[in-house]
Nanobody
Framework: QLQLVESGGGLVQAGGSLRLSCAAS????????IGWFRQAPGKEREGVSC????????YYTDSAKGRFTMSRDNAKNTVFLQMNSLKPEDTAVYYC?????????????????WGQGTQVTVSS
């Protein structure tokens, strides 16, 4: 069974950058599309971005476009989320998630596997 572990979160000032990693084990990563979601206190979990199994297509929500870049290294079973120009409203727990082959939109129920999350805090 696929297992996902996020890392790279932390505290950063507004305008700064972070690079999140999602390491997969238990199955072959190239079988899965990988999504990033986030959840701020008191808010619903929301989608951020998604990359399909081959890395050929990447999708971003409006909040991430132009600032976040998703990539993957299937040989290393790892997916990355480069976050630049961070804003206080980006503060949340960030989760990576997986579904078979292709991105499935941004409904959390469409994804089958979830990591435990990594905290990102952006100070003003």
């Amino acid at each position: 069974q696929l297992q996902l572990v996020e890392s790279g979160g932390g505290l950063v000032q507004a305008g700064g950058s972070l690079r999140l990693s999602c390491a997969a084990s238990g199955d072959t990563l190239h079988l899965y599309a990988i999504g990033w979601f986030r959840q701020a206190p008191g808010k619903e979990r929301e989608g951020v971005s998604c990359i399909n199994n081959s890395g050929g297509s990447t999708y971003y929500t409006d909040s991430a476009k132009g600032r976040f870049t998703m990539s993957r290294d299937n040989a290393k079973n790892t997916v990355f989320l480069q976050m630049n120009s961070l804003k206080p409203e980006d503060t949340a727990v960030y989760y990576c998630t997986a579904t078979s082959w292709y991105c499935a939109g941004y409904a959390p129920s469409a994804y089958d596997y979830w990591g435990q999350g990594t905290q990102v805090t952006v100070s003003s």
